[in-house]
Each structure stands twice: as C-alpha cells, then as structure tokens.
C-alpha cells in the first residue's frame, strides 16, 4: 500500500463504548455549543421531544431576519450554537445573540470593516478565566463577553490578536485551551503555505504550527519529487471546523490538495498531506499519523469536511474509529488512534494520460467497505433520457455530447483528462463526479448504533488540459500564474464544464440541469461496524421539471445532516429551499418544509428555557432552483433568516 499510512504510532486501544461518547461529547443534552455539536463531530443529539411518531407536526416557532438588505449567499453555510438557551451567531457585519425559544435578541456586536463567516466560537473557560466567544475576520481573531457582547479585553492585545501568514476566514475550532486554525490559500502553485496553526484561548500567544507541506527531515518529504515542496501552496484546511478526541488529546485534520488544482508537472510524487487526514497532538502540533485519500490529486477534490468519530463493533468489541468521507464519494473507516482501516482499503490501478511534464499516481486507494456512494463509472448508458426528465433536456445533453465529437475517456473514479492543442479535435474525459460526493456539509453519526449519515450528489464533468489562455479564468486567484498547462473545455478559456445542459422548459424559463440520469442527490446511512450501506434514498427535486418527474434528488453540496436519538436525521442542503426530516433507521421522509431561501447549511437542535425542544437552520442560500419569491414591487424579500421550528404547545 504506497505511502497510505507511514510512521503509525501506537497500538490499537479498545475503548468501552460508554467511556467513549463521554470523552468524545460532553455536552449538555439541552445545547449545542459547537458548529457539529461535540468534538467528535458527531452532531448527533440525545434529545427525544421531537420523534418519528410526531415529527409531522413540526410548525414554525419564531425566526429573526439576518440582514435588511442584499443578495443571497453570503450567509450560506453559517450555523448558530446554542449555550444555556442563548444563541449565538454572525450576520456578516456583525455578531448577535438571540433568546433561542423566542429568537428575541439579546445584543448585536457590529464588525467593521469585514465580515464574520459560517459561525462563532465559543470556549467555557478554564476555571479561572470565564467564557469567551471568539470570531475571526480573517487575520483577526477577537474575543467577546458572551453575557454582553462587549470585547473581552483580556484576551491578545485589547481584546483581539492578528495572525500573521495565510488569512483563514472562518471561526476557529476550540479543544481545552488550544485554538486551531487553518488556512484560506488561492490556487497558485508558488505561494502562501497553507500551514495550520494554534493559539491559547486564554492569551493568545501562538502555540504551534503545522507544516502542510512536509519540510526536509519531516515525515511525509519524500512524497515531494524534484523539490516540488519549495514555496508550495495549497495543502491547507480550507473547512471551517474540525474534529479532535479527548480521549488522546488528538486534533484531525482534513488537508486538501495542493495547487495547482489540475496539473502537477511541478509538483511530482504522492504530495503529503495533501489529501490527507493528519492526527496531531493537540497540545504541541507533533505528527501522529496521517491517511492519504488521493495521490497527487489532479481533479480538485480537496479532502473537505473533517472526519466523523464514533466507536464500531467489531467481533463483539468496541473499537475507536472515525470516518472520512471526499468529493469522490468514497468513505474510509478507520481506528481513529491508528489511522488503520476497519473494513481494508487497497491500492487500486488507475489510468494515466498524456499531459508533458505530468505525473501520474499508478494506483489509488478505494476502500473495500463501504462500497462508493455515487457513480464514479460512465457510459453513454448513464446519458438522462427523455423518460427520466424532458425531451428538451434530453435534447440538449446530446448536442453537448456531439459538440465534443460523441467519443470521451472514462475508466471510473480518477479517470485523468488528456492534452488537448488548439486547432485538435476535442479529445475529452468525462469525470464523475464532478464538484459532487461528499463535499462541505461533511457527516453526522449516531454514537449508540455505529451508523453514519452522509448526503453526496452526482454529477459530472467533460474537458482536457490545455496550454492556459492570456484571458482565461483558471481558478481563484490564479491570474498571475506562470504554469503552463490548466483545465480548458469547450465552454471557454479554462472553463470548468460540468456535465450539464441549458434548455427552456414549458413556460420559457432557462434552467440547467445534470446530464447524467438521476438521482442527482442522496442521503446515505452506512453500518460503519459491517462497512454496509443500511439505506439510501433521494434527496431533493426539481420543481422546474413535469410532475412525475420531479423526484430526481438535488445537488447538495453545502449542507450537511444531524441525527437524534428520536430517531431523526435532519437536513436542508438542497437547492429546492426544503427542509427535511427522515426516518434514521429507513430514510422514509417524514416531514417537509419548502422555505424562501435555502437551508444550505447544517441545522441544529437544541431545548430552550421554554423546556420545549427546537430544531433550527440558517435559510439563507438562493439555491440552485431559481430566486427566491419577490415582494409586491418585484425586488427579492431580503428575508434570509434563522428559523426555528417546534411541536405545537
């Protein structure tokens, strides 16, 4: 198995399930005090009110308007935490707290000059110092008095420290006293190192940092051929939270790939910790272990949402084991202080192309159990028909087909695209999926049954590299680069082209919709103590389409599931605007809500001060099925809200 797991330090330790959800949770049953609730990432609630017997009767309780004014999508993503019935998030420009049974507010912190991203943070304190609620701007990480808002001026200097190196632009994640963060890099192959970092929570002195890209004498530099590794960047979590168990004083990091997203001529060799799972000591940042779940990545499928942990039963024992799950849709279980797989895991040949100068990973790894989530193979056989959607859909995925000439590459996941000269006829690879699998809104799990959930979406992508264009636009903050050779495609000078198509439907609006035959998105339950899939079922529609042919699943790639010990698992993600609860242990849908923007986000529950259990989510993403609804005078509502929801008093 080449360069998969090295330098793995220590055994295997069994861990009594109860032992291990205490360590990995402690939480009080009634908060959710985190952006996945625990350490372990888990987002799984103990609370019961609420269950698949009365979920149907799920109403409205209160919402509170996020902003006056403005386009939709800059809160997309944002996750509100609960503390002692008080919850606390940001609104870009600012940070407010909210009575969370009324969503009456409490106070609003303004932020100048920036915007706050995707969450706040909150840490108990140590004892001697009270709480603290952190946010970051970017470079600036400030503490704030959670029972006022006031600048906790005892913190860094006068309240706030600023980092030094590469921005990261979301909240950072909080375990004892050590606060981490990642990285926010551009797409530049020379450039910003994408390196983690900590910090105190009760000072703010800098604890450590972590070479993303191993440094000579670390382990991991000889994956880096020719002095690849020299002022590379990329290799940086990107995601913004992570996951960490008390039990080892463990951090896992989720590290994507390094840049250039699409050619690494210049980079040769597997490329640690690209892609990679990195288990680091907490306190000190030292290397533990580390699991690569791609060499050399050429496809842009940055290793997203950090691992989920739980305990698996394995021969009748409890074992340690957290999963991981990319935007291929492969999920990977793993002992969690090993970095071994439960299920195997096996070095599988992949093609290779022709790109000068390129190197090509022989092999990857797929895991044994569970089986990929989504479709990695295609074949003209997967092209939709007019059965699945529309004549006029169809339609017009055949003539993208026949405008790249009807012939395409595709030999399963990690299938690479090939050199394409200007004046060639179009020699083109269909990639699957595309920006698809598993991607931000990462998993949840149910610590009691070993199960965990996942949504991925299908999709693919067609194109080829090509010599990059004066005027093409190659990826974010990529204008300046010197490299030779990008993706391009038909659709333009290094255009991405998903493959999708544009068509009018019956009342003259233009949409664009997957060409592959659905599902295009799906909610997964996986047996992580058998490496099983125990359910699947679509997740989302498309109003746009006929009836009867609207349950097609939807891309959901920016939201994620919770599970409760009711037996729920709640989600929005999809562009539709519905909100959803089903059935955990079947996937029946069991409720539904269709709100004016969408949920694309992580929900939460949490009991108020009321004694009443909530279920709330951020709708606040225009969605991929239109605008949202107008007012009167035809402007957009500008109402993108938290919502909460409740069983009637």
């Known amino acids: 198995m080449r360069s998969m797991i090295a330098l793995l330090v220590g055994a295997a330790v069994i861990v009594p399930a109860a032992q291990a959800r205490t360590d990995a949770v402690q939480v009080d049953p009634a908060d959710w005090p985190r952006y996945a609730r625990d350490l372990g990432g888990t987002r799984y609630s103990p609370l019961t009110d609420i269950d698949a017997r009365n979920v149907e009767n799920l109403e409205q309780a209160w919402s509170y308007r996020l902003r006056p004014e403005g386009g939709a999508g800059l809160l997309a993503g944002t996750v509100p935490i609960v503390i002692d019935g008080i919850m606390y998030l940001p609104v870009g420009n600012a940070v407010v707290a909210l009575e969370a049974h009324t969503g009456r507010a409490l106070w609003s912190h303004p932020v100048e000059g920036s915007l706050v991203r995707r969450g706040v943070t909150w840490w108990a304190g140590d004892g001697e110092l009270g709480p603290r609620l952190f946010y970051n701007t970017g470079n600036t990480i400030t503490a704030l008095d959670p029972a006022t808002g ?5 913190f860094g200097q006068g309240g706030s420290i600023t980092f030094e190196g590469t921005p990261y632009a979301y909240p950072p994640t909080i375990y004892k006293n050590v606060m981490l963060i990642g990285a926010s890099t551009a797409e530049m192959s020379r450039g910003p190192s994408g390196n983690s970092r900590a910090f105190d929570a009760r000072t703010g002195a800098k604890l450590w940092e972590f ?6 004498g670390e382990a991991g530099h000889d994956t880096w051929l020719d002095d690849g590794w020299q002022g590379r960047s990329g290799n940086n979590m990107w995601i913004w939270y992570t996951t960490a168990d008390p039990a080892t ?4 990091m989720t590290i994507g790939g390094p840049a250039p997203n699409y050619y690494g001529g210049d980079r040769p060799g597997n490329n640690l910790f690209g892609n990679s799972v990195v288990a680091v000591d907490a306190q000190t940042g030292k290397y533990k272990w580390h699991f690569q779940t791609i060499h050399h990545d050429l496809w842009d499928w940055d290793l997203p949402a950090p691992p989920v942990l739980f305990d698996a039963t394995m021969a009748g024992k409890k074992v340690p084991a957290l999963a991981v799950t990319g935007k291929p849709g492969l999920m990977y279980i793993l002992n969690r202080e090993t970095g071994e797989p439960l299920h195997g895991v096996e070095e599988r040949a992949v093609a290779s192309a022709d790109v000068p100068g390129e190197w090509y990973s022989p092999t990857q790894p797929f895991p044994v ?18 059965q699945d959607t529309t004549i006029e859909h169809a339609a017009a995925c055949r003539a993208l087909l026949d405008s790249y000439g009807g012939t395409f590459f595709n030999q399963g996941s990690f299938t690479p695209f090939f050199m ?34 996942v949504n991925v979406s299908e999709s693919g992508s067609i194109g080829w590299i090509e010599e990059r264009k004066p005027d093409g636009d190659y990826g974010r903050g990529t204008a300046g680069s010197t490299q030779r050779y990008d993706r391009g495609s038909l659709q333009g000078p290094g255009a991405y082209s998903s493959f999708s198509a544009s068509f009018k439907t019956a009342d003259g609006q233009t949409v664009s919709l997957p060409c592959i035959r659905p599902p295009w998105g799906k909610l997964v339950a996986v047996d992580a103590n058998t490496g099983e899939i125990a359910w699947s079922t679509r997740l989302g529609i498309t109003e746009e389409l006929p009836e009867g042919h609207r349950d097609t699943g939807s891309n959901n790639t920016f939201g994620g599931p919770i599970v409760t010990a009711g037996g729920l698992v709640f989600i929005g993600a999809t562009g539709d605007r519905y909100f959803r609860a089903f059935d955990a242990t079947n996937g029946n849908i069991l409720w539904e809500q269709q709100l004016d923007y969408a949920p694309m986000t992580v929900p939460i529950t949490y009991r108020g001060k009321d004694g009443r259990q909530y279920v709330a989510v951020v709708a606040a993403g225009s969605g991929f099925a239109g605008p949202p609804p107008r007012g009167p005078d035809g402007r957009p509502l500008n109402n993108e809200s938290v919502i909460a929801f409740a069983l009637p008093e």
């Open 211 to 216: 070479n993303t890209v191993p440094q000579p």
């Open 150 to 154: 006031d600048v906790d001026t005892a």
């Open 420 to 453: 394409h000269n200007a004046g060639d006829p179009p020699k083109a690879s269909i990639n699957m999926p595309h920006n698809g699998g598993s991607n931000w809104g990462g998993s949840a799990a149910d610590p009691a049954r070993g199960l965990v959930y």
């Open 369 to 386: 159990k569970p089986e990929q989530l989504n479709r990695g193979m295609w074949t003209p056989e997967d092209v939709v028909t007019a």
């Open 249 to 252: 004083d463990t951090f896992y």
